[in-house]
């Protein structure tokens, strides 16, 4: 951004918490927050063991934390299970029959509450239809769902019996199921016949069928059973042997089902990300850990009472919806709110109609879909009284300040703080936070570090920079939350996150502190692309166009778009003899939102007759970025080995 700019919009909007609002949080001053937070910093063992105290363990730990970089374990010998925290805590109490679940489906009218009793009920009886399915503990379940209750209750089941659960977002195609089945082994996939989406239905059940077509022909499926959600009553194959209804299975158990005694470090899921190579992620975290910092930031980031109505509007394919839509609020005895469908489904005013129907407090939501929101017009959000709320939420993406000060302005009626969160799939939660009772904020930074986070900004040769120096962002210690490795590949994991720095995680983003401390995130400085909130890898989309008959080869950029963050642009070349022409970009786009997902369809394709390229054969994607965003060419370019295709690129069209 203009610094110039920047300091017209930001530097001079310095927004103190409301002192009313101070007075009734759980933190409630900056010298609170820099007491607790150097405490959790210099004596880790002492503070995480208090905050600990706050959860159920079936056997209390002997020791708090064993770091043998890059390897943490956390609360080791220590017994607890997540769902029991998440329900069974609950019951006897006064939120027994507290609504955990509400839920609206996309078609108007579709509601369904579930309390903690209710919720509780259902995990157990499907806990039970897993066993019976044969799901031992330390199996893998991919889960592959709408945005239902159900996708929650089969989290909660695996977590319950000590089967890891793979979310896999319904918005990928069977090729996405296919390896994501083959990378965790999953012998069970969860699904449903389909899903609404702005009126359509999204084929779930059939995206599976092709999955298995997939596995099978290339003669390794470990999937042994599907289990079908009647969602939207379609016709739907079903495979005799294989596939099941979800809810004959339930025909044949009961709701008895102890939680299992779970050692801390018992991993939980595996949720994949896109990396800088082709293959995604399998990002492994594990149990104790991971449930402590998820309530803790929904205690004290959230500031969540038990007189909530709490909305994180992520899909549970995220960990965005694992942690802050199911396991967070639910550990914390919260109203979660749970809706399947688009924002703007039958109208632009969806979500305002929603807040002000269930009366939500807490409203956490992604920047790309708050400039949507700009975009339609305040016309659609005055139509409704949203006076419920009280605490505004951001995640995803850096969010620019002008959207920053509208989201403030006209959602939170200039009353609500805003929490402007940053954290990524392999932190597991919150990790450079406000605090909304303590900490002044200022549109576009996310503040400061949540309390265990040693942040800082470092040079390439890891020297701490200074105020308003941009450099990377680093992790200098290590967090309960943290992943505890990349599924199947320890060796990807160490080089990924640890090899940069010694005894420093690198999180891949650029980043800055200004002079009062707070982080400025920049955002990713690698080949990885923040689509509309989404990470997705350029090589896989790149692995997707080179898979096209008429494609030689492409490369991938993201360029700044108002609206989704960064749009995907890909330069391609096409093989001797094919002609370039509107028909095939059109067919190339449709390509890859086949074999990848409608998130990653390209909004660009370039046809040129040769990619920058370095002597060493190397691509040369920073060009390309300036290219796609019109900028003129900066930098050093004297190892590109051919200066002649940079004015060929100028005028690739799509």
């Given amino acids: 951004m203009n610094k110039n700019i920047e300091s017209t919009l930001v530097e001079k909007r310095i927004f103190k918490p409301a002192k009313e609002f101070s007075k009734k949080a759980r933190i409630g001053s900056m010298a609170q927050y820099q007491k607790m937070w150097k405490e959790s ?3 880790p063992e002492k503070f995480f063991a208090r905050e600990a105290a706050d959860l159920k363990w079936q056997k209390k730990w002997t020791k708090v934390l064993d770091w043998k970089c890059p390897y943490a374990k956390w609360f080791i010998g220590g017994k607890i299970n997540v769902a029991e925290n998440c329900l069974d805590r609950h019951l006897g109490t006064a939120r027994h ?3 955990a679940i509400v839920w609206q489906g996309e078609p108007v009218g579709e509601k369904r509450t579930l309390t903690y009793a209710q919720l509780h009920r259902e995990v157990c009886r499907f806990s039970n239809a ?3 399915n044969g799901v031992k503990k330390g199996d893998r379940v991919l889960i592959y769902m709408p945005m239902v209750p159900e996708a929650a209750i089969a989290m909660l089941a695996c977590a319950r019996i000590g089967a890891m659960h793979s979310v896999v977002f319904g918005g990928f195609s069977a090729e996405s199921i296919k390896d994501r089945v083959l990378d965790s082994g999953s012998k069970i996939i969860l699904t449903a016949d389909g899903g609404y989406r702005r009126g359509a239905v999204v084929p779930l059940k059939k995206n599976v069928d092709d999955a298995m077509t997939l596995l099978n022909n290339g003669g390794t499926n470990p999937v042994k059973r599907v289990i079908v959600f009647k969602r939207t009553g379609q016709d739907i194959h079903i495979e005799e042997g294989r596939d099941v209804w979800w809810h004959r299975e339930l025909e044949y158990v009961d709701a008895d089902c102890a939680p299992a005694q779970l050692d801390s470090e018992t991993p939980l899921f595996i949720l994949y990300t896109s990396g800088s190579t082709g293959k995604p992620k399998g990002i492994l975290h594990t149990t104790g850990g991971y449930l402590l910092h998820a309530y803790m930031t929904c205690k004290y980031v959230f500031d969540l009472r038990d007189e909530d109505v709490y909305w994180c509007t992520a899909d549970v394919g995220w960990v965005t919806g694992h942690t802050y839509m199911v396991y967070g609020p639910l550990a914390m005895g919260a109203t979660s709110f749970m809706y399947e469908g688009a924002p703007n489904w039958p109208e632009n005013d969806r979500f305002w109609q929603i807040i002000a129907e269930n009366g939500v407090t807490v409203f956490y939501t992604a920047p790309t879909a708050i400039r949507a ?8 959000v005055t139509k409704h009284d949203l006076s419920s ?16 000060m509208w989201y403030h302005r006209t959602i939170g009626g200039s009353r609500c703080p805003i929490v402007d969160t940053w954290w990524q799939t392999e932190t597991g939660g919150h990790m450079i936070t406000p605090l909304p009772g303590a900490t002044p904020t200022k549109p576009g930074t996310a503040t400061l570090p949540f309390f265990g986070v040693d942040a800082a900004i470092v040079d390439d040769a890891g020297n701490e920079l200074g105020a308003n120096q941009g450099g990377k962002l680093v992790i200098r210690k290590p967090w309960p939350s943290m992943l505890r490795g990349i599924w199947g590949d320890k060796a990807r994991y160490k080089q990924t996150y640890w090899s940069e720095y010694k005894g420093m995680y690198f999180a891949g983003d650029g980043a800055r502190r200004d002079e009062h401390g707070n982080f400025w995130i920049v955002g990713r400085i690698d080949d990885v692309l923040n689509v509309a909130g989404h990470r997705l890898g350029t090589a896989e989309v790149e692995s997707a166009l080179v898979s096209h008959p008429s494609v030689a080869e492409a490369a991938v950029v993201g360029k700044p778009d108002e609206l989704k963050g960064q749009a995907v642009v890909c330069f391609v070349t096409v093989k001797t003899g094919i002609t370039t022409s509107k028909e095939l970009a059109n067919d190339l786009k449709k390509h890859v939102r086949t074999v990848i997902g409608p998130v990653a369809t390209p909004d660009e394709i370039r046809f040129t007759d040769a990619l920058p390229k370095t002597r060493s054969g190397k691509i040369m994607r920073r060009l390309l970025k300036q290219v796609a965003a019109g900028e003129l060419i900066k930098g050093d370019t004297t190892t590109l080995e051919d200066l002649s295709v940079l004015a060929k690129l100028a005028t690739a069209e799509d």
């Fill in 41 to 43: 910093v210099t004596k």
């Fill in 130 to 132: 897993l066993k019976r």
């Fill in 373 to 380: 929101f700009m975009k339609w017009g305040d016309q659609w």
């Fill in 97 to 99: 029959n507290k609504a």
């Fill in 389 to 404: 709320l009280r605490l505004l939420g951001t995640v995803g993406e850096p969010i620019n300040p002008e959207a920053w």
